[in-house]
């Protein structure tokens, strides 16, 4: 055993030793080599299976990499600049995730740079300093450093000043990670020398083929025999919330947790899924269909001025897992096609509850939403615009483009005066009405009318007004 003790020191020592002449002499990327991993006695492929399975399963190169394919796909800008190794100093602002520290490290791999990371959290002013200084040393050697910066929106000013001269003389490669707004949190002078690329949440069918990648990889579980439904897939690539991490972490939580039977199979039941999924989850399936079923509820029940209905759906969307931006979203569409003006507050308290999901998140979100669905429920109804604007988009669908009408064109250049741009028109606030006679629809849908309010709220008094202004229109 001894023997062998010093046989591991060596091979360590000798190691070491061929990275630094290699960095010496050559052009080198991503030194930082896990050393454990270059010891005689390296773990057993069970041991290794102990690394969790978002670890495991970490992209490589940019074609096993999952989703932000406005960014990494075919002919896209930032995969252009990957392969052809002319990356530049760059934000990535994005949800947790989404792949921003995976890219990070592919794009190392995958340029001739020394990659270097740290956090934000965890390192300080003194770190910044000795990296920067070592990130000067192998510039003069002909080294280029790419320094990946997890959460760089944690840094102070005086940090984030720190990567300025560095970033400017070409130094380092700056690849900053942060889930806020760059142009709140950066400092304005190192976000000026910076691209910033947006990664989006990941598409539940990219979680889902993420996952089944999972079940047959060599580095997941492709050497188990595990029988799990597409539906559970489904469900946990739902429950994620376009969040990687969490789907793979989700998954491998079922498996553990699933029921092994005398052959070494594994059978994740829906029980054992909504335990991990750690709620009363509803178990939506490939096709969305309770998805669907549970929006519907909460609409119709609205519709139906039924706050009561409207809040156990709600309750029941949340309490599945629904992402409460979704639900805010349906719930500021709700407040202009079934309200509309009869209440146009209705859509201020909308769009307010969205902001209020935005900032605050679950769990305290819910009682925003419950305050927008109360008072969509309870608000006078009307669908007139909703209506308007099936019946405009079926005319422009049905009909030809039909030109603006001369009178209400702008006329900029004396050539479109002349041309009779503008003639006839009448600005309405030289009348004494304030409004004219004046003709703004095509001449062949002159007399069409789509806009027909209701009776309820304030709509009522906005219908006699639009009477009284089309019955005086109609005067001779």
Known sequence: MIILSY?????????????????RNENAYDIMIDMEQLNLFTDSPSQMKRTPLASRLRPETLDEYVGQKHLVGPGMLLRQLIEKDQVSSMIFWGPPGVGKTTLARIIAHSTNAQFVEFSAVTSGIKEVKEVMKQAEDNRRLGIRTLLFTDEIHRFNKAQQDAFLPYVEKGSI????????????????????RCKV????????????????????????????????????????????????????????????????????????????????????????????????????????????????????????????????????RRLVRFASEDVGMADSGALQVA???????HFLGLPECNVHLAHAA???????????????????????????????????????????????????????????????KMQCLPDKLKDRTYYHPGVQGEEARISKRLNEIRKWRNEP
């Open 374 to 436: 109360v008072y969509l429920s309870m608000a006078p109804k009307s669908n007139a615009l909703e209506v308007a604007c099936n019946e405009v988009s079926a005319d422009i669908s049905e009909m030809p483009a039909e030109p603006v009408p001369m009178q209400i064109r702008n006329a900029p250049t004396s050539l479109m005066k002349e041309a009779g741009y503008g003639k006839g028109y009448i600005y309405a606030h030289d009348t004494e009405e304030k409004i004219s």
């Open 351 to 357: 769009v307010a509850a969205y902001q209020a999901c």
């Open 173 to 192: 490669v700056l690849v900053g990670a942060t889930t806020e707004n760059p142009s709140f949190e950066i400092n304005s002078a190192l976000l000026s």
């Open 7 to 23: 046989l591991s020191v060596f091979v360590t020592f000798f190691l070491k030793i061929r990275i630094f002449i290699f960095l």
């Open 197 to 328: 690329f947006i990664l989006k949440a990941l598409e539940e069918d990219d979680l889902y083929g993420l996952l089944k990648t999972a079940l047959t990889s060599e580095k997941g579980f492709g050497d188990m025999q595990i029988d799990i439904s597409d539906e559970h897939l489904h469900a946990i690539a739902a429950f994620a919330n376009g969040d990687a991490r969490t789907a793979l972490n989700t998954l491998e939580m079922c498996v553990l947790n699933g029921a092994l039977d005398a052959s070494g199979a594994i059978t994740v039941s829906k029980e054992t899924v909504a335990q991990c999924m750690d709620r009363r989850s509803l178990l939506y399936d490939k096709n969305g269909e309770e998805h669907y079923n549970l929006i519907s509820a909460l609409h119709k029940s609205m519709r139906n001025s039924d706050p009561d209905a409207a809040v156990y759906w709600l309750g029941r969307m949340i309490d599945g897992g629904e992402n409460p931006l979704y639900i805010a």
